[in-house]
């Protein structure tokens, strides 16, 4: 069968309720963590002795390892079948939860850390292609909105649970709370999900190998650039290579005959700009959060709850937005939320790199904090809608999983670039050298998003093209269906 028209296990009908909780409660757990881990690294910073170099680490490693495994996990989506891959995954993210609650030094936490980004690594694109796979066309923007919602709430509570657990327990409990889930999520996933599989080809091991090496020099190289010097014959070194690497992988990627990252896609307008938005958003916003959530600990004293509750009306507000941006999308259009949604996030961040000071009252932040929570929710599942938009329906785990790719990355360097600022303007993990450094590396967050939201004005405009997308991928899925449940062999799988 070719790759235009994929196989699909023949429709069980489930409520659509438990339809989005299996595919959204995993992809919970793993946005969750990831933001109880930034509002746990002062906690690791004194309880474990870890250096700002490794509190990078404790982050970088969890999205490096997502980003450099999520084509493959796509594409063995597509093979092996999709919910048979997330079930993998969700079972490889607790694994590393349970791995890193047990953990004695920095460099087990790291390992640990990785082998949860390899589990995310499956459950996230394939969370979304699953959902949408699952979903009749009719009701795929208000699902698409909760599951953005869901991610929303990972965002919101993630902190608030971290803080809770930190304040009431110890730090090994954030990986802890990860097991149950995991054991109530694959289940769940095997009985009311589809395993739906793409085309059955062989998996692009070279690529995945240059584009992980290439992305985790650049990172690496980024990291130690303020302790070895800029200048520094290694890091120069190591930043030509990772450069040549990535470059090696677009090349490989136009020869190959089943590529990770189908260039293809990117003739697509709205997949392309999408990309490069998210990309941006992702690289201001979080590495500005790395930055922010550490200043109302360590230069306000707050406790890891405390400051979770202050944040709150940052973390809670795209649990409210993304879903009525998700419902919306489709009667509006996609780019002006996405423009309105990075606008805000810019201006939230550029008013609270100018304000923080080592005084600043905290109802200060509360403006700016709403702000970009409703910009994040504006951001969230429009940007999944634009995503998929025009794309047929076999394109849809790989598009996804490109696109979380990209995001991933985002964080990865955004992280590495926030805090190279940080450093390099003398910041240290101390009240009275925190703010000075902070402010660069906040605003510089700010202008990323301001960029973004320029590039986001070159998305398609208006509803016609959404969706025009949208019945194109519901008579795909509609052909699919028919084509499944007329096909006698034993099992839906596409030869080789």
Known sequence: MSESSPAVAARRPH???????????????????????????????REMGASIEQLQWFVNAYTLAFAGAILVFSALGDRFGRRTVFAAGIALFGAGSLFA????????????????????????????????????????????????????????????IGG????????????????????????????????????????????????????????HAIVRGNDDGWDSVGVIAELALGGALVLAFLVWQLRS??????????????FSI????????????????????????????????????????????????????????PRVGTRILLVAGLLLQGVALGWMGLEITRDLDYATLVAPFILAGVGMGLVFAPSATALLATLGLVDHAKASGVNSTVRELGVALGTAVMTAIFVGAGGQLLPDH??????????????????????????????????????AIAAESESASASASASTAPEPVPAA
């Open 257 to 270: 005959r089943t590529p990770l990252m189908p260039l293809r896609l990117f003739r697509d307008r709205s």
């Open 15 to 45: 409520p659509i309720a438990l339809v989005i909780a299996a595919a959204a409660l995993p992809m919970f757990m793993a946005t969750l963590d990831n933001l109880v881990m930034t509002n746990a690294l002062p906690v690791l910073h």
């Open 434 to 471: 925190y703010v000075d450094a902070a402010r660069p590396a906040v605003l510089t967050g700010s202008a990323v998003l301001f960029a973004a939201t320029l590039i986001a004005l070159l998305l398609p405009a208006g509803r016609g093209a959404h969706g025009a997308g949208e019945a």
């Open 164 to 219: 809770a657990i930190m304040e009431g327990w110890n730090w090994q409990a954030i990986f802890w709370i990860n097991v149950p889930v995991a054991i109530v999520a694959i289940p769940l996933a095997l009985l009311v999900l589809n395993n739906d599989f793409g085309a059955r080809v062989r998996i692009d091991v070279p690529g995945a190998v240059l584009a992980a090496a290439g992305v985790l020099a650049l990172v």
């Open 274 to 329: 999408t990309n490069v938005v998210g990309f941006a958003f992702s690289f201001g916003t979080f590495g500005s959060v790395f930055i922010l959530i550490q200043y109302l600990q360590v230069v306000k004293g707050a406790t890891p709850l405390e400051a979770a509750v202050q944040t709150t009306p940052w973390t809670l507000a795209p649990m409210f937005v993304a879903p009525i941006a998700g419902i919306i999308a």
């Open 101 to 160: 609650a047990l953990s004695a030094d920095p460099g087990q936490l790291i390992a640990a850390r990785t082998a949860q980004g390899l589990g995310a690594a499956a459950v996230m694109p394939l969370s979304l292609a699953l959902l949408t796979g699952a979903v009749p066309a009719a009701r795929r923007a208000l699902a698409i909105g909760i599951w953005g919602g869901v991610s929303g709430l990972g965002v919101a509570v993630g902190p608030l």
